[in-house]
């Protein structure tokens, strides 16, 4: 069965960068697009970006482009979500999804059917 676990959030200041980790296993990803999302307190679960783990491609959210990259590494099946000039809003509870790659990137969570158990990122001002 398919695992996702997240790991690296924390506490930092406005300005400051943080990466987050998310650790696959249960099965072969090649064929599968890894989704990074986040939900804020009363706030409804936001897409902030995606990676095709086949060739890399990326994907991202308007509000976080130039400032978040996602990378992966293929050898340890681990996708990175590298956050610098972290805003106070960019405070919620960050996941990382999987699913099947089926030609289009989505960015609602329910296109997703595999999901971490989220790491929280606290940005004071």
């Known amino acids: ?9 924390g506490l930092v200041q406005a300005g ?6 998310c650790a696959a296993s ?8 890894m989704g990074w999302f986040r939900q804020a307190p ?11 783990w086949s060739g890399g ?4 959210a308007d509000s976080v482009k130039a400032r978040f990259t996602i990378s992966r590494d293929n050898a340890k099946n681990t996708v990175y979500l ?4 972290l805003k106070p809003e960019d405070t919620a ?3 990382c999804a999987a699913d099947r790659y089926s030609g289009t990137v989505y960015s ?16 004071s001002s």
Request: proline letters at 2%.
């Open 42 to 52: 009363g706030k409804q679960r936001e897409f902030v970006g995606a990676i095709r």
């Open 16 to 21: 400051g960068s943080l990466i987050l980790s």
């Open 82 to 85: 590298q956050m610098n000039n």
């Open 57 to 60: 491609s990326t994907y991202y």
């Open 1 to 9: 069965q398919v695992q996702l676990v997240e790991s690296g959030g």
């Open 93 to 95: 509870v960050y996941y």
């Open 108 to 123: 609602q969570p329910s296109r997703y059917a595999y999901w971490g158990q989220g790491t929280q990122v606290t940005v």
């Open 26 to 33: 249960g099965r072969t990803f090649s064929s599968y697009i």
